[in-house]
């Protein structure tokens, strides 16, 4: 079942102007589904096992947390490449590429006779995971019609927000029976599938350019995203006084090599001899840089989310670990419910009716986590946590589809890499700054004299309300988000073409 290139016009590849999407299509974004769910669910599945590994393994806490910190280095390395990555090589070489690595370093982590094979395992699990989201969503972009891609659009939302936020829960549930590697041998078996139908099935889309890798790019980009994530990612522990090295050290190399990725990519796009690492062209486009913006921050809202309300249930509230996956699991199943229902409408009303609702119910979750205090129910902290659910449910379709979609084909894949990079750093930063915000305030309290569990609570309280926050600055820009036009035009290296307002100029679908 073989896919050509969508120039074919007997391929099946779908008219953007038609709906039918061809069957040969529906399987390989079908199988791509599925590998992408279950690598990004190995993204947050380590935090719950910790304290498990730490007795095991017999290491520390901040040893440990190198099982998700050198996760989200790697993804963060590793996706700013796969734009070209995309362009240079086959679908079919860069899946197998990715799925393989993805279940050699599952293989690796539940065979692991200790931490340092173990390590090495989740690095290669997400050498997998960075390639293959962005090859799902320029496979969607590229084949899926345009009237028919927020249904599309729905089920990677899926992928991107509820697999992270179901990794504890699964996980929980596992270690409250099973050893720590039954985490991975449960993976393991899909992986091994997806693999296997895949090298079947899959076979190539588009049409392997012959490009050049930028040795000086990938090395800033490198040094650029993972000093960033880095740095972020250890704020929180600096702000307990759990690290050694002062975060401020890694951000600001981070910083000034990401200042120099920028003029290097700007320079190579100008040259007609050399191909920029990560094509920055997306950002004159209007409704992709306001799409971006926001879906950012819904990242960083669900990132901190996902963290803080689990110390709220475990310290505050005293839950077992368990008992908090199952808390957080309503949510990410509404979450899953919403996004593809979402994607739905957006076919048929465009982004802003959905974003603006979405964004304000956002902030409005954010608020309404100032009524958890010490003698909160869980039934309050599974309502605010649905409510927020909803709310990321419709923005994360729209925004994901409006944005990606306001780019010309050729920069489909850029456009992917841009966002998938930048949603790693957006999560990293959300971490950081409720537990910063939540520490500081706590201590502060303490040194009040506020009873420890109380002042815990209400350094949680103000880190939502900073969240809330932002969420309703993020909500004014709602505002401005449009459908996107077609066709999409490549704005000239002296600036993009001044934008359509498309939903006047593309009216929605009828049914």
């Given at each position: 079942?073989?896919?050509?290139?969508?120039?074919?016009?007997?391929?099946?590849?779908?008219?953007?102007?038609?709906?039918?999407?061809?069957?040969?299509?529906?399987?390989?974004?079908?199988?791509?589904?599925?590998?992408?769910?279950?690598?990004?669910?190995?993204?947050?599945?380590?935090?719950?096992?910790?304290?498990?590994?730490?007795?095991?393994?017999?290491?520390?806490?901040?040893?440990?947390?190198?099982?998700?910190?050198?996760?989200?280095?790697?993804?963060?390395?590793?996706?700013?490449?796969?734009?070209?990555?995309?362009?240079?090589?086959?679908?079919?070489?860069?899946?197998?590429?990715?799925?393989?690595?993805?279940?050699?370093?599952?293989?690796?982590?539940?065979?692991?006779?200790?931490?340092?094979?173990?390590?090495?395992?989740?690095?290669?699990?997400?050498?997998?995971?960075?390639?293959?989201?962005?090859?799902?969503?320029?496979?969607?972009?590229?084949?899926?019609?345009?009237?028919?891609?927020?249904?599309?659009?729905?089920?990677?939302?899926?992928?991107?927000?509820?697999?992270?936020?179901?990794?504890?829960?699964?996980?929980?549930?596992?270690?409250?029976?099973?050893?720590?590697?039954?985490?991975?041998?449960?993976?393991?078996?899909?992986?091994?599938?997806?693999?296997?139908?895949?090298?079947?099935?899959?076979?190539?889309?588009?049409?392997?350019?012959?490009?050049?890798?930028?040795?000086?790019?990938?090395?800033?980009?490198?040094?650029?995203?993972?000093?960033?994530?880095?740095?972020?990612?250890?704020?929180?522990?600096?702000?307990?006084?759990?690290?050694?090295?002062?975060?401020?050290?890694?951000?600001?190399?981070?910083?000034?090599?990401?200042?120099?990725?920028?003029?290097?990519?700007?320079?190579?796009?100008?040259?007609?001899?050399?191909?920029?690492?990560?094509?920055?062209?997306?950002?004159?486009?209007?409704?992709?840089?306001?799409?971006?913006?926001?879906?950012?921050?819904?990242?960083?809202?669900?990132?901190?989310?996902?963290?803080?309300?689990?110390?709220?249930?475990?310290?505050?509230?005293?839950?077992?670990?368990?008992?908090?996956?199952?808390?957080?699991?309503?949510?990410?199943?509404?979450?899953?419910?919403?996004?593809?229902?979402?994607g739905r409408l957006y076919d048929r009303l465009g982004p802003r009716?959905?974003?603006?609702?979405?964004?304000?119910?956002?902030?409005?979750?954010?608020?309404?986590?100032?009524?958890?205090?010490?003698?909160?129910?869980?039934?309050?902290?599974?309502?605010?946590?649905?409510?927020?659910?909803?709310?990321?449910?419709?923005?994360?379709?729209?925004?994901?589809?409006?944005?990606?979609?306001?780019?010309?084909?050729?920069?489909?894949?850029?456009?992917?890499?841009?966002?998938?990079?930048?949603?790693?750093?957006?999560?990293?930063?959300?971490?950081?700054?409720?537990?910063?915000?939540?520490?500081?305030?706590?201590?502060?309290?303490?040194?009040?004299?506020?009873?420890?569990?109380?002042?815990?609570?209400?350094?949680?309280?103000?880190?939502?309300?900073?969240?809330?926050?932002?969420?309703?600055?993020?909500?004014?820009?709602?505002?401005?988000?449009?459908?996107?036009?077609?066709?999409?035009?490549?704005?000239?290296?002296?600036?993009?073409?001044?934008?359509?307002?498309?939903?006047?100029?593309?009216?929605?679908?009828?049914?």
């Amino acid at each position: 079942m073989e896919l050509s290139k969508p120039s074919d016009p007997e391929a099946g590849a779908p008219d953007p102007a038609g709906e039918s999407i061809p069957r040969s299509v529906v399987l390989v974004i079908g199988v791509l589904l599925a590998a992408a769910f279950v690598m990004i669910l190995n993204e947050t599945v380590m935090g719950v096992a910790l304290p498990r590994l730490m007795e095991d393994l017999e290491i520390s806490a901040a040893t440990g947390q190198w099982l998700t910190t050198a996760f989200m280095l790697t993804m963060a390395v590793v996706i700013p490449t796969t734009g070209l990555i995309l362009k240079r090589f086959s679908t079919r070489a860069v899946f197998m590429t990715a799925m393989t690595l993805f279940t050699a370093g599952t293989a690796l982590c539940a065979a692991a006779p200790g931490f340092p094979v173990l390590l090495v395992g989740r690095v290669v699990q997400a050498a997998g995971t960075a390639v293959m989201l962005p090859l799902l969503i320029t496979t969607v972009l590229t084949f899926v019609p345009a009237t028919r891609r927020g249904s599309t659009m729905g089920l990677i939302s899926i992928v991107i927000a509820v697999a992270p936020a179901i990794g504890p829960t699964f996980s929980g549930l596992i270690l409250s029976e099973l050893s720590w590697r039954w985490i991975f041998l449960f993976v393991l078996p899909v992986a091994v599938i997806a693999l296997l139908v895949g090298s079947a099935k899959i076979t190539n889309v588009t049409t392997p350019v012959k490009v050049r890798f930028d040795l000086v790019s990938i090395v800033l980009s490198a040094v650029a995203f993972g000093g960033l994530v880095y740095g972020l990612s250890s704020i929180g522990e600096a702000a307990e006084g759990d690290t050694h090295l002062p975060p401020a050290l890694p951000i600001a190399v981070g910083a000034l090599a990401l200042a120099g990725f920028t003029f290097r990519q700007l320079h190579l796009q100008r040259s007609a001899e050399h191909e920029p690492l990560l094509d920055l062209r997306p950002f004159r486009t209007r409704s992709f840089s306001v799409g971006l913006t926001m879906l950012l921050v819904s990242m960083g809202a669900l990132f901190g989310t996902l963290i803080l309300l689990p110390i709220f249930l475990q310290n505050v509230r005293d839950l077992t670990t368990l008992e908090t996956g199952l808390v957080l699991l309503p949510g990410g199943l509404v979450m899953g419910l919403v996004a593809p229902l979402s994607g739905r409408l957006y076919d048929r009303l465009g982004p802003r009716p959905l974003v603006v609702p979405g964004a304000f119910t956002v902030a409005g979750a954010l608020a309404l986590m100032q009524l958890l205090d010490t003698d909160s129910g869980v039934g309050l902290a599974i309502l605010v946590h649905v409510v927020l659910s909803i709310g990321l449910g419709l923005l994360m379709t729209p925004l994901m589809t409006s944005s990606l979609g306001s780019l010309p084909a050729e920069l489909y894949a850029h456009g992917s890499a841009i966002l998938n990079t930048l949603q790693q750093l957006a999560g990293a930063a959300g971490t950081a700054l409720f537990i910063t915000v939540m520490t500081r305030s706590a201590t502060r309290e303490v040194e009040g004299g506020m009873e420890p569990i109380a002042a815990q609570a209400a350094g949680i309280h103000d880190a939502f309300l900073i969240g809330a926050v932002l969420a309703l600055v993020a909500a004014g820009l709602s505002f401005l988000v449009r459908r996107p036009p077609a066709p999409a035009v490549v704005p000239d290296a002296d600036g993009g073409e001044p934008e359509r307002d498309a939903d006047e100029a593309v009216p929605a679908p009828t049914h």
